[in-house]
């Protein structure tokens, strides 16, 4: 599933020390 900036409120992206970003979804759709 693409990462939309405009869902930005339901999705937190997390960059880790190593460059990876985690994107953690609030909610299920």
């Known amino acids: ?3 939309k900036k405009e869902d930005a409120d ?3 992206g ?3 020390a190593g460059g990876t970003t985690w994107w ?3 909610k299920v759709a």
Do not use: L, Y
């Open 24 to 26: 953690i979804a609030t």
């Open 14 to 16: 997390v960059k880790d």
């Open 10 to 12: 339901k999705r937190s």
């Open 1 to 3: 599933e693409p990462i």
